[in-house]
């Protein structure tokens, strides 16, 4: 009996440490735009990863897909359609009130984009 609870503990330790080494790292980002125009290009991070919905770009309140993302901290930048196409400008994120953010690992984030700034 007592060979069978050593075995039984041995086997509950290694399912719990092959567990631990099963985490996702991934760190995902998405936007959602509040701010009052259509918003295309969203860069993050001078480039890590960038959003964009063709020639119409997101809608207000729209939210983007989720993406992978490698740097965990950045600023954004978007452009944002002045009426005769789309300009780049400086984003104010609603969560932090600038336009830069950092992430955590392994997290996935959404952020408001509040303004947009040509």
């Not at 959404?110 to 040509?118: D, L």
């Amino acid at each position: 009996m007592r060979q069978y609870r050593i075995i039984t503990i041995i086997i509950a330790s290694l399912i719990v440490t092959a567990g631990i080494g099963c985490t996702n790292d991934d760190t995902e980002l998405a936007w959602i735009n509040d701010a009052g125009d259509s918003i295309n290009d969203i860069i993050w991070a001078n480039g890590d990863q960038t959003w964009a919905n063709g020639t119409t770009g997101y809608a207000d309140q729209t939210k983007t897909e989720s993406k992978k993302v490698n740097a965990l901290y950045g600023i954004v930048i978007a452009s944002i359609d002045v009426g005769s196409g789309f300009e780049e400008g400086t984003v104010i994120i609603g969560e932090t009130g600038n336009g830069s953010l950092s992430l955590h690992d392994g997290s996935s984030e959404v952020y408001t984009i509040s303004s947009v700034n040509p």
